[in-house]
């Protein structure tokens, strides 16, 4: 049995009193890519957000490598949501890249070339080393993704947390995260990936949790990713999008 | 008078001297802090915190004078300036969390109460105190006249501690203001960080109280720092750029009201400052106005220089043979203009891409014309195959005037258009038009 990278135990987290997610339990072996699936309003970036400690939670423990968050943060690298910053914020790519380094570079000291070099080699790992100095506004939705991806890479954690990579960017883009991903497997590392494509988890994916405010199931991807398991996690919503498919099929037909 | 004004521009008296120094430097300090709370979306809590002030000015001084002490000696009003502005920050905080209130409305609620509050204590000071309380009406609009060298001093020392701080902590408050979520992920006290950049504000705010009046002096937060970013899409930049815009206004605007004090300091500091933005607004190397008219104007030169060149090329395309083609039939292919056809004509004629003949009425591709209508047709039918291609994604991603292709999709992409291209048409030929008959027809 591989040692266990992340843990959440009875995981339940509240706004305005309203519980968005419900004792939440799972573990992550060490070495997996792990997708976290679920429809909207699900809790996925809640899930990601509390095991951070960036909001309270009414209850539960999350251990990372066997410790508190906040022993083990320097192992974890996270890539919020692409739409929870403003992109007009007057930095380059470069820079936001080397805001994975702030912690090793240290309170009130400045950054040094070193620190900019291994931010750029970030850069070159994604595909984007060229765009270094763009203005983060002028670059793509895919390169803005990249740029977030590299950010957390610089770290060279053993944990990564990501909040959708994956939404909206292009084929190439998609590609080369994923590409990156095993790669990153390869190496070790563990990393826990927020999903919306239901159809690319098999194929990306060894290691799934399906969540809808509380883990439906959890392990193995060949295990638990069945119809089944999606059906009570996406509930009503997915038989509705089944008979949508098959009536407009027999329209087709039909015609 | 003249004499006076000479003593003014020269600096010559020593607390004018001071007192304009030192409310360059609040100037400097404020529009440094200003870009930080401009980009973390705060620029109006220096406002309420500006207007919630009032109340405590006048009740430190009752106070004060009640306790038989010096009613006007600024630490002290400024001590109590602070105590309520910071009451009034608070309150909006329980408005917005008690109530359903939005903070836009708490801040209207709370900014015009305290103010209220402050006007109405003003009014029973100076009742109790004729003559005793004048020169306290100066913090409501500003003003330099009243000001002593000590307390010119005090506003610089606490403005430079300000300014230490924000380069201190420089790249916290940037990451901070960036991207708050990841802050936290990498285990910043990002409520300890935010509350030191909040005392920033609210220190250059109360200091800036006196010079440049409540009513005012989120102006001179808010103004450089807008500004500066028509220069810059770099954070150091920008506050390098708001600083020294701030404190030039904050130097002229002293100055001005120095030599004629019936103009209060505020006012003219807040409209050297409104006049830098102005100017920035029009001028400013990256945003600014004309920057981005003209930009647009060549961007539509050039879409008229590359529709131009590409029909002329598609034309001999579709019959070799000819030598050169008429100007009636060009105008039929697109929607433009005979005037405007004319213009691109005689433009591209004029660059050499094409030739006319005496009469001007026909036109054909010179040389150099040909190769770059080959290479603008090849691009344009790139970008047609890519959208076909990716319809899914490819709206956010298509930049037509990029100069090349290469530059805004990966190679991958470019590398399979590119086969996509060759397989179907053969290496040596042009690739046909993907939507040929559409266009000619």
């Not at chain 1, 339990?25 to 996925?44: D, H, R, S, T, Y």
């Not at chain 1, 943060?73 to 919020?80: D, K, Q, S």
């Not at chain 1, 927020?194 to 969540?211: C, T």
């Given at each position: 049995m591989d040692p266990i990278a992340l843990s959440v135990d009875d995981l339940t987290?509240?706004?305005?009193?309203?519980?968005?997610?419900?004792?939440?339990?799972?573990?992550?072996?060490?070495?997996?890519?792990?997708?976290?699936?679920?429809?909207?309003?699900?809790?996925?970036?809640?899930?990601?957000?509390?095991?951070?400690?960036?909001?309270?939670?009414?209850?539960?423990?999350?251990?990372?490598?066997?410790?508190?968050?906040?022993?083990?943060?320097?192992?974890?690298?996270?890539?919020?949501?692409?739409?929870?910053?403003?992109?007009?914020?007057?930095?380059d790519a470069l820079d936001v890249v080397t805001m994975g380094l702030y912690r090793r570079v240290g309170w009130c000291l400045p950054i040094r070339k070193k620190h900019r070099d291994a931010a750029r080699e970030a850069l070159a790992r994604v595909g984007i080393a060229d765009l270094a100095h763009r203005q983060i506004s002028q670059l793509s939705g895919g390169q803005q993704q990249r740029t977030f991806l590299a950010r957390a890479l610089v770290q060279d954690a053993d944990l990564y947390l990501m909040d959708e990579p994956l939404a909206a960017v292009d084929a190439a883009t998609e590609?080369?995260?994923?590409?990156?991903?095993?790669?990153?497997?390869?190496?070790?590392?563990?990393?826990?990936?927020?999903?919306?494509?239901?159809?690319?988890?098999?194929?990306?994916?060894?290691?799934?949790?399906?969540?809808?405010?509380?883990?439906?199931?959890s392990g193995r991807t060949e295990d638990v990713f069945t119809n089944e398991n999606l059906q009570k996690t996406y509930g009503g919503r997915l038989t509705l999008l089944d008979e949508a498919t098959e009536a407009m099929r027999r329209r087709e037909r039909g015609i | 008078m003249s004499e006076h004004l000479w003593r003014v521009l020269s600096l010559q008296d020593h607390n004018t001297r001071v007192v304009i120094f030192g409310t360059a430097i609040l100037g400097f300090a404020a529009g440094l802090v200003g870009c930080l709370t401009l980009l973390r979306r705060r620029a109006l809590v220096g406002d309420a915190l500006a207007h919630a002030a009032?109340?405590?000015?006048?009740?430190?001084?009752?106070?004060?004078?009640?306790?038989?002490?010096e009613g006007k000696s600024l630490p002290i009003l400024l001590a109590g300036a602070t105590v309520s502005g910071l009451f009034g920050i608070v309150s909006i905080l329980l408005i917005r969390k008690m109530t359903r209130i939005k903070e836009d409305a708490a801040l209207g609620i709370i900014l015009s109460v305290y103010f209220g509050l402050g006007v109405a204590l003003l009014g029973i000071v100076t009742q109790m105190n004729r003559g005793n309380a004048a020169g306290l009406e100066s913090f409501i609009y500003g003003k330099t006249a009243t000001m002593t060298a000590g307390d010119a001093r005090l506003i610089a020392v606490a403005s430079a501690i300000c300014v230490l701080i924000c380069i201190a902590l420089l790249k916290e408050f940037k990451l901070l203001c960036f991207d708050e979520a990841f802050a936290g992920a990498r285990g910043y006290p990002v409520v300890l960080l935010d509350a030191v950049l909040m005392s920033v504000v609210v220190v250059v705010t109360i200091v800036g109280l006196q010079a440049v009046g409540l009513v005012l002096v989120i102006a001179l937060l808010v103004i450089p720092a807008a500004s500066a970013r028509f220069w810059t899409d770099r954070l150091v930049v920008m506050m390098v750029i708001a600083s020294v815009l701030g404190m030039t206004g904050s130097f002229v605007g002293a100055a001005v009201s120095a030599m004629l004090p019936r103009l209060p300091s505020g006012a003219m500091i807040v409209l050297a400052a409104g006049f830098g933005f102005l100017v920035s607004f029009l001028i400013g190397t990256r945003r600014g106005v004309l920057v981005r008219l003209w930009r647009r104007r060549k961007l539509n030169e050039s879409i008229d220089h590359q529709h131009l060149l590409r029909e002329l090329y598609e034309m001999f395309e579709l019959d070799p043979s000819r030598v050169s083609v008429p100007y009636e039939e060009l105008l039929e292919r697109r929607s433009w203009s005979r005037k405007r056809l004319r213009r691109m004509l005689e433009q591209a004629s004029r660059e050499g891409w094409i030739t006319e003949n005496v009469s001007k009425m026909e036109f054909a591709l010179t040389d150099r014309g040909e190769t770059e209508a080959k290479r603008l047709t090849r691009r344009h039918r790139l970008w047609e195959l890519y959208l076909i291609r990716y319809a899914d994604i490819a709206p956010q991603r298509v930049d037509r005037d990029a100069d090349a292709i290469e530059h805004v999709l990966e190679p991958e992409i470019v590398a399979e258009l590119e086969t996509l291209l060759d397989n179907e048409l053969g290496k040596t030929r042009m690739p046909d038009d993907p939507h040929a008959d559409g266009v000619a027809s």
């Open positions: 987290v509240a706004y305005h009193r309203k519980p968005v997610i419900w004792d939440v339990e799972f573990e992550i072996p060490q070495g997996k890519l792990v997708g976290v699936v679920g429809p909207n309003g699900a809790g996925k970036s809640t899930l990601l957000k509390a095991i951070m400690d960036l909001i309270p939670k009414a209850s539960g423990r999350v251990e990372v490598f066997g410790k508190p968050y906040h022993q083990s943060l320097h192992r974890v690298g996270y890539v919020p949501q692409r739409e929870s910053v403003d992109w007009d914020f007057p930095v590609a080369a995260i994923v590409e990156l991903l095993k790669q990153m497997q390869a190496d070790g590392k563990t990393a826990v990936v927020i999903h919306h494509d239901l159809q690319s988890v098999p194929e990306y994916f060894d290691h799934v949790v399906l969540l809808n405010m509380r883990v439906v199931a | 009032l109340p405590g000015i006048a009740g430190a001084f009752l106070i004060a004078t009640a306790m038989g002490g």
